[in-house]
T-cell receptor, first 115, second 109 residues
């Protein structure tokens, strides 16, 4: 398996623009997680899905952030409008099932820069 | 979530054993201890998980005393490629992993 795939790897955008980050989890994994990592706040869980259904979005910073998972092999994290403070590395991760959800497989991340 | 405390950084040399101790004084009965590793510019990678006593795999060993208020990750004979941030996490099965600041391990030649 190719592992968790994220695109783009780097994104530079101007404040106010819409940003869409994409993730393809490992095939057969039931759980998908979106994280954000910054120097100041470390690695934060934003939202996670189970079988394509959002379970907990309490980590989503504000209404500008939204996430969807239309099918088992694709998820998006959208920021609209983007702000400079959204600059971070965004990771997508997946895990197989509830028995091993602690073993999450992370993608390479998307480095977002908002100017 | 149980709070964890681990050293900010540790230095070592190639071939040495590195032991990172994590404190989790308020760990609950149903909590498990998990360690992740993160290399620069990469996502975290699961290393090992345990509940009590000792767990060993091809990468590391995890030692957990009877009171479970701490745990020690042991990396045998480290190499330069083991330079990374190591995170100690305690979770309760609520599907959330809470990453702290981690321990930056630097291995020198």
């Amino acid at each position: 398996d190719a592992g968790v795939i994220q695109s783009p790897r780097h994104e530079v955008t101007e404040m106010g623009q819409e940003v869409t980050l994409r993730c393809k989890p490992i095939s057969g994994h039931d759980y998908l997680f979106w994280y954000r990592q910054t120097m100041m706040r470390g690695l934060e869980l934003l939202i996670y899905f189970n079988n394509n259904v959002p379970i907990d979005d309490s980590g989503m910073p504000e209404d500008r952030f939204s996430a969807k998972m239309p099918n088992a092999s694709f998820s998006t994290l959208k920021i609209q409008p983007s702000e400079p403070r959204d600059s971070a590395v965004y990771f997508c991760a997946s895990s197989q099932d509830y028995l091993v959800f602690y073993e999450q497989y992370f993608g390479p991340g998307t480095r977002l820069t908002v100017t | 979530l149980a709070k964890t405390t681990q050293p900010i950084s540790m230095d070592s040399y190639e071939g040495q054993e590195v032991n990172i101790t994590c404190s989790h004084n308020n760990i609950a009965t149903n909590d498990y201890i998990t360690w992740y590793q993160q290399f620069p510019s990469q996502g975290p990678r699961f290393i090992i998980q345990g509940y009590k006593t000792k767990v060993t795999n091809e990468v590391a060993s995890l030692f957990i005393p009877a009171d479970r208020k701490s745990s020690t990750l042991s990396l045998p004979r480290v190499s330069l490629s083991d330079t990374a941030v190591y995170y100690c996490l305690v979770f309760r099965g609520d599907y959330k992993l809470s990453f702290g600041a981690g321990t930056t391990v630097t291995v020198r030649a």
